[in-house]
């Protein structure tokens, strides 16, 4: 009897999306189990490539295309994803995710941080234009922000004027905090009919010690003495909007949440969220294996990433889960785990493995394959 396996893994940051790792794992499945009947699910948790994966794995998704303003006012060809109708978003639901709009990733490699001059103006765009198409609901995904606006850039995309002492509008990204002094979010586009949901694994508050300048500020450039003005910054704009700093999830993406929340919307734990939308519950209950991973597993790795709210849909059904990841730190526990192959091993070493990633994801596939599916 052929087995069923369902490949489910998230992006491996910096090397390849979701989608391209479940091709290569299935690929090297294929090799040892050419009976298998697979089934490609690729996941995320609001960063990179959940646009990707939602258009890989939702049958009927279109892909649409749309140029926006990007973190370093260049045109981007980026695009969002047009879900099908269901009776709760007779229009169909949009996925508009930050990564592919103003997203770090699109400051080159090695990136040319831009910590007071990047923006979200992007993913406003992206959102503004999923809303002229009329969808019935907003899917957005924040992760891998390039910027620390606070999501002034979308905002403003969308309809709010923010303005200096003068009633000038403040000029793009972190550096027009220092002189805001006026927020008018009257003009902002209504939220859709099904509400805007935002996925997010950051739980982080919009100021403070854990905040998004100190916590995320040095991975898009700030210096240390930087951190502490673009937590004024940040603070000036939180007087001025009726959103909770506090919250959960207002310091994501450099205070996108906290912008996104002035707008209404809902932060939610994208691992969780996307498994919904996927359909990931209905697949683990029909099939024999699961097959999910990341680029690093380690001991926060339990904490609402995908391969544990993954693991844990499969281990609710008594369907065993393997693990693919490029590195298995020392301390991640992976004892709920039927199988484990770490790209880090396979191939010789970290670097051999970030070189060739879908290779080593073919092998990684094609080991759990002779494990799990013995022929």
Do not use: C
């Not at 040319?112 to 990047?118: N, T």
């Not at 450039?221 to 003005?229: F, K, N, S, T």
């Amino acid at each position: 009897m052929a087995h069923t396996v369902v490949i489910a893994p998230d992006s491996f940051k910096g090397t390849i999306g979701a989608a391209a790792a479940a091709e290569a794992l299935a690929a090297g499945w294929r090799r040892e189990s050419t009976d298998s009947d697979l089934r490609l699910l690729p996941m995320a948790d609001g960063g990179e490539g959940t646009v990707d994966a939602f258009a890989a794995a939702v049958p009927g998704a279109q892909r649409m295309p749309v140029t926006v303003t990007g973190p370093e006012d260049e045109p981007v060809e980026a695009s969002w994803v047009l879900l099908p109708p269901t009776p709760d978003a007779p229009h169909g639901t949009a996925v508009v995710e930050l990564a592919n709009t103003s997203g770090i990733e699109l400051l080159g490699t090695p990136p040319r941080l831009r910590a007071f001059d990047a923006h979200t103006r992007g993913f406003g765009e992206a959102i503004a234009d999923a809303l002229a198409h009329g969808v019935s609901r907003l899917v957005l995904g924040i992760g891998s922000s390039s910027s620390t606006d606070g999501g002034t850039g979308m905002l403003t995309a969308l309809g709010a004027r923010f303005t200096d002492a003068a009633a000038r509008p403040v000029v793009a990204g972190a550096r027009g905090l220092g002189s805001v002094a006026a927020a008018d979010l009257s003009g902002l586009a209504p939220l859709p009919p099904g509400g805007v949901t935002v996925l997010s694994d950051v739980t982080n508050p919009l100021l403070g010690p854990r905040g998004a300048a100190a916590v995320f500020g040095p991975q898009k450039g700030a210096l240390p003495d930087d951190i502490a003005v673009l937590d004024a910054g940040l603070a000036r704009l939180a007087q001025l909007v009726d959103a909770d700093p506090e919250a959960p999830g207002a310091g994501a993406a450099g205070g996108t949440g906290f912008g996104l929340l002035a707008w209404g919307a809902s932060l939610v734990p994208g691992s969780a969220a996307v498994a919904e939308l996927v359909g990931l519950d209905a697949a683990v209950g029909e099939t024999s294996v699961v097959v999910t991973g990341e680029g690093s597993y380690d001991g926060q790795s339990a904490a609402g990433k995908v391969p544990a709210h993954v693991g844990a849909v499969a281990a609710a059904v008594g369907v065993p889960v393997a693990l693919v990841a490029g590195r298995i730190a020392a301390d991640a526990d992976t004892s709920g785990f039927a199988a484990t192959a770490s790209l880090t091993e396979l191939a010789g070493s970290g670097e051999a493995a970030m070189a060739e990633t879908a290779r080593w994801l073919e092998e990684a596939g094609a080991q759990l394959a002779r494990e799990l599916d013995p022929r």
